[in-house]
């Protein structure tokens, strides 16, 4: 299978068969897969840096009361 073999010729593949609507030669089952792990790769980041602001304001917040 392209997606194991070469995932690069995977993916410009699945982005050429998109906008010609060749939707029945989609990928989907990995489209899917792709599709959850890059959002949870954002999720992941975003909640990563969330953290960090609290600590910095939360130590901002202590040296302003020393």
């Known amino acids: 299978?392209?997606?194991?073999?070469?995932?690069?010729?995977?993916a410009h593949e699945q982005s050429n068969l998109l906008p010609q609507g060749?939707?029945?030669q989609l990928d989907w089952p990995h489209l899917i897969e792709e599709l959850e792990d890059l959002?949870?790769?954002?999720?992941?980041?975003?909640?990563?840096?969330?953290?960090?602001?609290v600590a910095h304001l939360l130590k901002w917040q202590l040296q302003q009361c020393n």
């Open 22 to 24: 060749q939707f029945h």
């Open 39 to 53: 959002g949870n790769r954002y999720y992941d980041k975003l909640e990563s840096r969330l953290t960090q602001l």
């Open 1 to 10: 299978m392209l997606y194991k073999q070469d995932f690069d010729s995977w």
